[in-house]
Every structure is written in structure tokens, then in C-alpha cells.
């Protein structure tokens, strides 16, 4: 039964730069939630995506945009990428209805 | 205020002792709490969720639910130096996506 996955493990980005991060859901989920998870501190949410729309997002600029795909997978874009962007980027899959989360390995981004 | 505190660490308990973590949450219409562990350099796991008062049980831990008093623990039995990890409390929210709203964790060191 594959988890969920996350790509890539690592990246390098400079100021100003755009980055796109890659999430696939366990197998038989639905729904993809971004998380950013700053160094010391939890998760926070981006926002979810859900047949193919954002369902709903969190408090984080429209810099943070994402898609999500029709074999649920989902991309998370970053723009003009400030230093405070440096985070571990985590993906959530759950089925519709249920509101157990499942966690990827992650994405450490770190801007310079 | 926060939405969701949690003790502050870190916590440091003798191996097959009992750990006690705990949990407030602010949003009264919280429906479902989790609990995850989460390893240094790693992704959260889960370990337990709750939804309803009162304890629910999964081998050495458990969880108990207090809903009147917003507050949620977590409760390691015999613990071992394999639990020396963060732990994070999070509790869904209202909205249609139930997204996870999390504490900033508790670092348990099970000494041996």
C-alpha cells in the first residue's frame, strides 16, 4: 500500500525565485492539504485541494498557489521566494468525508 | 491567545515511566483531535485520534478527550527511549475543508 509521496526531498532556492513542489496521495485518497512547517513550531496550514479546486485556504499570501491534478496528485508553487519561505513543506492525503490525515515525507526548502 | 497550546518542554521521563502530555484548544466547535509524533528530520505520524469525551486506548497509549474544558492529553505507558520524539496535538476546524490546526509540540526525552 504506497503512502504518500513527496518530491523533492531537498531544494536551494535564491530570493525571487519560483519553486514547485510534488505531492501523491495514499492510494484511495481524495483530498490534498499543504502544510508549512517552520523550524520549532507545527504545521501550518496553506490550504486543500479537493476534485480538482482549493477548498479551502489559510492565512498565507497569493504568492502560495497550488493545482491539484485528475489522479489527485497535487503541485504546491511558491513565488518571489523570500528568505521566510525557508520551511519543511508537508503534503496531507484523506479521503472526502473522513478527517484523518496521512503525512508525506516532506519538502526542506531553504531560501538564500 | 493561541488556538491550540501545548505544555511547554521539554519533557524528560525515566524509561518505563508514564509520560503526560497535554493539550488546550480554543475553538469549541472542534470536532476531532489527533495526536502525532514526530521524529527529529521527519514528517508527522499518527499515532492516535479522538472524537468523542473520555479515554480511548491503543496499546501503551492513551488519549483522553475533555471537551467541557477544551482539553486534550496524551498518556504514554512504560515508556521507552524509542519515544523520545516531538509531540503535536491538533484539532480540526469548523470549516468545510477540517483542516488541521496544530500546537507547537512537546519534545519527550525517554531517558534509559
Known amino acids: 500500500d504506497a503512502g504518500v509521496t513527496q518530491s523533492p526531498t531537498h531544494l536551494i532556492k535564491t530570493r525571487g525565485q519560483q519553486v514547485t513542489l510534488r505531492c501523491s496521495p495514499k492510494?484511495?485518497?481524495?483530498?490534498v492539504s499543504w502544510y508549512q512547517q517552520a523550524l520549532g513550531q507545527g504545521p501550518q496550514f496553506i490550504f486543500q485541494?479537493?476534485?480538482?479546486?482549493?477548498?479551502q485556504r489559510g492565512n498565507f499570501p497569493d504568492r502560495f498557489s497550488g493545482h491539484q491534478f485528475p489522479n489527485y496528485s497535487s503541485e504546491l508553487n511558491v513565488n518571489a521566494l523570500l528568505l521566510g519561505d525557508s520551511a519543511l513543506y508537508l503534503c496531507?492525503?484523506?479521503?472526502?468525508?473522513?478527517?484523518?490525515?496521512?503525512f508525506g515525507p516532506g519538502t526542506r526548502l531553504l531560501v538564500l | 491567545q493561541k488556538e491550540v497550546e501545548q505544555n511547554s518542554g521539554p519533557l524528560s521521563v525515566p524509561e518505563g515511566a508514564i509520560a503526560s502530555l497535554n493539550c488546550t484548544y480554543s475553538?469549541?466547535?472542534?470536532?476531532?483531535f489527533f495526536w502525532y509524533r514526530q521524529y527529529s528530520g521527519k514528517s508527522p505520524e499518527l499515532i492516535m485520534f479522538?472524537?468523542?469525551?473520555g479515554d480511548k486506548e491503543d496499546g501503551r497509549f492513551t488519549a483522553q478527550l475533555n471537551k467541557a474544558s477544551q482539553y486534550v492529553s496524551l498518556l504514554i505507558r512504560d515508556s521507552q527511549p524509542s519515544d523520545s520524539a516531538t509531540y503535536l496535538c491538533?484539532?480540526?476546524?469548523?470549516?468545510?475543508?477540517?483542516?488541521?490546526?496544530f500546537g507547537s509540540g512537546t519534545q519527550l526525552t525517554v531517558l534509559p
Open positions: 496531507a492525503s484523506s479521503s472526502q468525508g473522513v478527517e484523518t490525515q496521512y
Open positions: 492510494s484511495g485518497h481524495d483530498t
Open positions: 485541494y479537493y476534485e480538482e479546486e482549493e477548498r
Open positions: 475553538d469549541r466547535g472542534s470536532q476531532s
Open positions: 479522538i472524537y468523542s469525551n
Open positions: 491538533a484539532v480540526t476546524g469548523s470549516g468545510s475543508a477540517r483542516q488541521l490546526t
